[in-house]
């Protein structure tokens, strides 16, 4: 069975800082991998997406991630942090590009808070 | 881009009632819709997947007559939580895509409370 794991419940970091958000996944197949974020009142937004080709994926809002196949990782990463960044981020893992037959199978997701 | 919306976006209702909830793609046919549910502080974990015109194929562990879902037509799927107890309070959210071969489009979620 697929599994998503952010190791990171909470973090905080300074606006202008960098960050970079972990995910693990477990996948017995070519992963889809899915980088979303959610605020309050709002539905969740995708990131980034990667399927294949170039390991190093750039999103919207400034975020890349990269696709590490050796360490079954897709760590999310942006190089300066604003205040409205802060929000809820789910790394997701599906069959295809919508996700398949099976959905989507999200970590738990990183909260992030940013300090003045 | 693709918009999908729900309502309502926040519920309260009795135990023992049912509620309805509305999943609507705004601006694209989606063939295909998710129910999702998320507790606070948790992940979303996936309820069911309906395709339009088709009964819905539910997860294991979800209750098919519980939580009714219906997708009849490109637009719209809706989501009745039946006989609704404390413990079914949570938050569902909808996505809904062209196909499963293409991206999904979330909703903002229902905030379910049963009292």
Request: aromatic share 12%.
């Amino acid at each position: 069975a697929q599994s998503v794991t952010q190791p990171d419940i909470h973090i905080t970091v300074s606006e202008g800082a960098s960050l970079e958000l972990r995910c693990n996944y477990s996948y017995g197949a070519t992963p889809y991998l899915f980088w979303y974020v959610q605020s309050p009142g709002q539905g969740l937004q995708l990131l980034l997406k990667y399927f294949s080709g170039d390991t190093l994926v750039q999103g919207i809002k400034g975020f890349e991630a990269e696709f590490k196949r050796s360490q079954s990782s897709f760590n999310l990463r942006k190089p300066s942090v604003h205040w409205s960044d802060a929000a809820e981020y789910f790394c997701a893992v599906g069959a295809g590009a919508g996700g398949g037959a099976d959905g989507l199978t999200f970590g738990k997701g990183t909260h992030l808070i940013i300090q003045p | 881009g693709a918009v999908v919306s729900q309502h309502p976006s926040w519920v309260i209702c009795k135990s023992g009632t049912s509620v309805k909830i509305e999943c609507r793609s705004l601006d694209f046919q989606a063939t295909t819709m998710f129910w999702y549910r998320q507790f606070p502080k948790q992940s979303l974990m996936l309820m069911a997947t309906s395709n339009e015109g088709s009964k819905a194929t539910y997860e294991q562990g979800v209750e098919k007559d519980k939580f009714l879902i219906n997708h009849a037509s490109l637009t719209l799927s809706t989501l009745t939580v039946t006989s609704a107890h404390p413990e079914d309070s949570s938050f569902y959210i909808c996505s809904a895509s062209l196909s499963r071969a293409y991206e999904q489009y979330f909703g903002p979620g229902t905030r379910l409370t049963v009292t």
